[in-house]
């Protein structure tokens, strides 16, 4: 079974539905590791107590991006993870040669539109509210060196309603990204390579 590192800034709350669809069945990965890109991110209680191992990598400790990443990966590469999945992850993460292409990442929105350096959480949700889109939704796509941009896997989407606030829209993705972050991560899975004996 492919093992899997989930690397979180935020609640948790993506990496924790990724936990329950591996140990359900529906995903064919193994948890192994949490990284928490700051002390402050509240999720990576929330995985230490579903007994995932956790580690906190502060990006304050890091003078360059590649650097941070470094030190990411080693966390990553010392617990045998072949995988790793953005779930709410808000720093810049550097993808050497040896990580291109199996890097997974979700995006509240419909990627191409939407994205980009700055265009995270809430301020997506406004942006599409401010362009007067009829349907948004997410994205989960390969991560490359530049901020959403690698190679779409699945997207999902919602209609946007003529009421909608922003807080109404994020709650109505988020249902969304709840089922398609473990679709494509089963599907990338599935089509990675055969498990090993
Ligand atoms: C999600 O909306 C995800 O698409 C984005 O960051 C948010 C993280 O939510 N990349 P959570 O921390 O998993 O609840």
């Known amino acids: 079974m492919t093992k899997l590192a989930f690397f979180i800034s935020g609640t948790g709350g993506n990496a924790l539905n990724l936990v329950r669809a591996c140990r359900e069945g529906r995903v064919p990965g193994e948890p192994a590791l949490c990284i928490a890109s700051s002390p402050k991110a509240g999720g990576i209680e929330k995985l230490a107590a579903e007994g995932i191992p956790t580690a906190v990598v502060d990006r304050k400790g890091f003078d360059s991006d590649e650097a941070f990443s470094e030190a990411c990966y080693q ?3 010392a617990a045998g993870a072949a995988v790793i999945c953005l ?3 808000l720093k810049k993460l ?3 040669p040896r990580w291109e292409g199996r890097i997974l990442n979700i995006h509240p929105g419909l990627l191409p539109k939407f994205g980009g350096a700055g265009m995270y959480g809430m301020h997506v949700h406004r942006a599409v509210l401010a362009a007067g889109a009829l349907e948004s939704g997410c994205t989960v796509h390969l991560v490359d060196n530049e901020f ?3 190679r779409v ?3 999902r989407r919602v209609p946007v309603l003529s009421d909608d606030t922003p807080e109404a829209l994020q709650a109505r993705v988020y249902a969304e990204e709840m089922k398609a972050f473990p ?3 089963a599907a990338f899975l599935v089509a990675l390579k055969p498990a090993k004996p």
């Open 183 to 185: 679709e494509a991560l």
């Open 94 to 96: 550097w993808v050497p």
């Open 153 to 155: 896997l699945l997207e």
């Open 87 to 89: 779930a709410g992850w």
């Open 148 to 150: 959403d941009h690698g």
């Open 75 to 77: 966390e990553v590469e």
